[in-house]
């Protein structure tokens, strides 16, 4: 989570990299939090339904307010990724 100040407003930001073998993103809201994600931590997801952006030249997901993204924890090739989280990191 990330302080930030909005038209003199304090408000957070939620930052997540999401990563598989492909490489890495990172998806971003303004009304979620780590707690909403705390089920996910360490398991692969799915996110349906997100806002693709870009800024400073980095693409980015905006997660959708309310019910608009949908978070699968459950999807074909899940295990695929869990193996990828179990390898040992390279340098």
């Known amino acids: ?9 304090t408000r957070w930001l939620l930052i ?19 707690s909403d994600f705390s089920i ?8 349906k ?9 980095t693409k980015m997901l905006e997660l959708i307010d309310g019910g608009g993204t949908a978070v699968d924890s459950e999807f074909p090739h899940a295990g695929d990724l ?6 040992p990191a390279t340098a």
């Open 40 to 47: 996910h931590r360490e398991k692969p997801i799915l996110l």
């Open 1 to 9: 989570m990330e302080e930030k100040k909005v038209k003199a407003e």
């Open 49 to 57: 339904r997100v806002r693709v952006t870009a800024y400073a030249g």
């Open 82 to 87: 869990t193996s990828f989280w179990k390898e």
């Open 16 to 34: 997540m990299k999401i990563l598989d073998r492909t490489g890495q993103i990172e998806v971003r809201s303004w009304t979620h939090t780590m």
